[in-house]
């Protein structure tokens, strides 16, 4: 036997364990396993019935994603299943922990499945740009009927046990000892004289698919606004299709034939890519796991705008009271206000219960008194975004706060250090950069400054985690990693519009690439006026050498910020979002065109695709090489967390990979050569190019 997967009898009953830690993934020695297994319990003539069982904390994560960038080894997963299901003896699944991708298609080869009540099981591949590929698509239908099946598969959601058990995925719940209640188990079904259930003879599920065979259009339609620019969840209706339209085996062969494409394609990739990058993220070479980290019980937000009431609801939906300090009664009334609605809008939708809502916001307290901070573990300012007004309140804080409290900004724009001066404990001071809004975009930037420990940003990041977050650790630099590159992107976008393209054309292109919304729509949801009041900050400080785009400026001094007016980059019809082109913007535009002596053309939509996000690629290469961002990695999850970047794609880095970092670098080159120095080509771009490697070689030897 393979020492990832052993054998043992216990009465009557063959227990076939897998140990392959730390998932159990299902690799090629454990495929080999069960395959052995399966021989030596069918060989054991004590044994009248096997279980198939998975050591440690889960039965099996699925396949062993990193052998995916190889030829995949024999056996065939698809054979050992097939094994397992043709056995004379009968088999029962006993799961635990998560049972997802290929291992739940173990389990639904076996004749019968048990479970602990903790057990999430699930078909997680969509996510990964792939189908399940042995036998998921074609074995699960014929269980939960094709409907459900669809909707499982394609979404990629893991359920919980107990709904698995009411809808029949599992035969029965196990409470306390999984081992002792499977063998239990298999001995009733042999006592009872219960017959191998083997999923591919069965098919009266299939019936209602067959009868109404409009649910996969039907199907289609539902998903295809949300799945917009995604292969594999259409892909997922062609192989449930093909459970029901062929016979068993032929179904098989249909789903390992769109398995294969998915997997030959640069969207699974790209995804794999992210799965990848966003747990390498959480690795900080300076900080490792046995990192001390400080307890949270409470925390504290100081102001209770957007930002601030959006970090409470974030605390209070992890469990964490937090106190909520304003300057004015009316200030915080309403904020304390939109946290409210925005519950209540979620119970609305029945995304949340009434009582659930009230418990959250008892977590919540709105106060003007700072000596409430005295309680707090950690304290998150979302203030005015103003140096003096920060320094102000961490001086403030550093003499309220107990010793030990973490002291976090929300800034997004400005220098920590400086910030972290105006206390006496630097090293207690951090950046944690919320995305708005706050309780809804998984996104957070933990900024580290010159100073902050390591056990800062351990508790910090041990929060996030509790928080639900996707965190990336980014260096103290104007703009953190996500606003600094993303400065590039809206400068060329307005200056394209400048040279001859519209608003429109310049959203559409890049809502084509996969982003929910061009750079103009975006502006205008958000508001012109907070980069207007940013800038009007910066002006003394802009180097009248470079080109500027004062069209943006215009339409601010013209009342034009956006939704919010009716007005911005487009028009709006009152209380409408749909962005209609405006004749006064058009104007505008070709004023200012006019005013820089910038002859106008018709623009190429690729060139408008390379002008917004090369930016992103060059400026993430400084990133890089001034150790802001610590690998290519944590700059792609930024972008996909927190930015919209389309997941297919695997973020501005993995992408510039896939284009082929000469053809991304020559191009900067030419804009350079163009455009001037905004274009000034990143030297690790140049020199990863040069020597024919992708950022993917960055930091490898
Ligand atoms: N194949 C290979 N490696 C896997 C894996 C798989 N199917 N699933 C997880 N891992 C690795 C992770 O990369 C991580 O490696 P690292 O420690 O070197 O970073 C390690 O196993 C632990 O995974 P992690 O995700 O950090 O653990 P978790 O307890 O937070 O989550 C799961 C567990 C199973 C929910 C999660 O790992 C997961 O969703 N895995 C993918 C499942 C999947 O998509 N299966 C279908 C494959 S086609």
């Known amino acids: 036997m393979s020492n990832l997967v052993s054998y043992e009898r216990e009465r009557t009953i063959g227990v076939i364990t897998v140990d392959n830690p730390p998932l159990n993934a299902l690799s090629v020695g454990v495929r080999q396993g069960l395959l052995d297994g399966l021989a030596h319990g069918l060989r054991d003539a004590g044994a009248r019935a096997l279980v198939i069982m998975g050591a440690g904390r889960t039965f099996s994560a699925g396949a062993d994603i990193r052998e995916f960038d190889r030829p995949l080894a024999p056996p065939d997963l698809n054979d050992v299943i097939g094994r397992i299901e043709a056995s004379p003896k009968l088999v029962v699944a006993a799961l635990h922990g998560t049972a997802l991708g290929g291992g739940l298609e173990v389990a639904l080869g076996c004749h019968y499945r048990c479970a602990l009540r903790s057990t999430r099981v699930g078909f997680p591949e969509v996510t990964l740009g792939l189908v399940p590929g042995a036998g998921g698509t074609q074995r699960l239908p014929r269980l939960v009927g094709a409907e459900l099946a669809l909707r499982i598969i394609a979404s990629g959601e893991p359920m919980p046990a107990e709904r698995a058990h009411s809808l029949g995925r599992i035969d029965e719940l196990i409470d306390g000892d999984l081992r002792g209640g499977a063998i239990a188990l298999a001995e009733r079904l042999v006592a009872e004289g219960r017959p191998l259930r083997r999923l591919s003879a069965i098919d009266d599920k299939l019936e209602a698919a067959r009868r109404d065979p409009g649910i996969f259009d039907r199907f289609r339609q539902e998903i295809e606004r949300q799945a917009r620019g995604y292969l594999a969840p259409f892909k997922c209706i062609e192989a449930v299709r093909a459970a029901v339209t062929l016979p068993f085996a032929e179904g098989l062969r249909r789903e390992r034939e769109l398995f294969l494409e998915c997997l030959a394609s640069p969207q699974s990739r790209a995804q794999i890519h992210a799965f990848f990058a966003e747990r390498e993220a959480t690795k900080i070479p300076d900080v490792p796991r046995d990192t001390p980290t400080r307890p949270i019980g409470t925390a504290a937000v100081i102001g209770a705008g957007t930002m601030g009431g959006g970090i409470a609801m974030t605390f209070a939906n992890a469990g964490i009271p937090v106190a909520v300090v304003e300057a004015s009664e009316e200030a915080l009334d309403r904020g304390l206000a939109v946290v409210r609605k925005n519950y209540a809008a979620t119970v609305e939708k029945g995304r949340l219960t009434p009582a659930e809502m009230e418990r959250r ?264 090489a001034e150790g802001i961002a610590l690998r290519p990695g944590d700059i792609d999850v930024v972008y996909l967390h927190g930015y919209g970047f389309p997941r297919y794609r695997g973020g501005p880095m993995h992408w510039a990979d896939t284009l082929g970092l000469k053809r991304v670098s020559d191009e900067i080159a030419r804009y350079h050569r163009v455009h001037g120095r905004l274009w000034e080509p990143a030297p690790l771009l140049r020199q990863l190019a040069e020597q024919g490697k992708g950022f993917r070689d960055f930091g490898r030897a």
Request: charged content about 25%.
């Open 361 to 624: 916001l008892a977590l919540i307290r709105g106060t003007l008194a700072w000596e409430t901070v005295a309680d707090a573990d950690i304290v998150v300012e979302a203030v005015f975004e103003e140096m003096a007004v920060k320094q102000e309140v961490f001086g403030r804080l550093d003499r309220l706060c107990q010793p030990t409290a973490i002291l976090a900004t929300n800034t997004s724009t400005l220098d920590v250090d400086r910030i972290a001066q105006a206390t006496s404990r630097p090293g207690q001071v951090i950046g944690t950069h919320f995305f708005s809004p706050a309780n809804v975009m998984r996104l957070l930037e933990l900024v580290r400054g010159a100073r902050t420990s390591t056990e800062t940003i351990a508790t910090a990041a041990a929060l996030a985690g509790r928080l639900g977050k996707v965190w990336v650790l980014a260096g103290n630099c104007d703009g953190f990693i996500g606003n600094r590159m993303l400065a590039g992107y809206f400068r060329e976008a307005a200056f394209l519009v400048e040279e001859g393209a519209t608003p429109e054309q310049v959203d559409r292109v890049l809502y084509d690439f996969g982003f929910a919304m061009g750079p103009f729509a975006v502006s205008d949801l958000a508001g012109l006026d907070v980069g207007w009041r940013i800038r009007k900050g910066k002006a003394a400080a802009r180097s009248t050498d470079l080109r500027y785009s004062p069209v943006a400026d215009w339409l601010c001094e013209r009342g034009r910020f956006g939704q919010k007016t009716g007005a911005g980059w487009y028009r709006y019809e009152p209380g409408g979002r749909t962005p209609r082109p405006d004749p006064e913007v058009a104007a505008l535009i070709a004023e200012s065109a006019r005013a820089q002596g910038i002859r106008r053309r018709e623009v190429g939509d690729e060139e408008v695709l390379t002008r917004c996000l090369y930016p992103l690629v060059n400026e993430g290469a400084r990133l890089l």
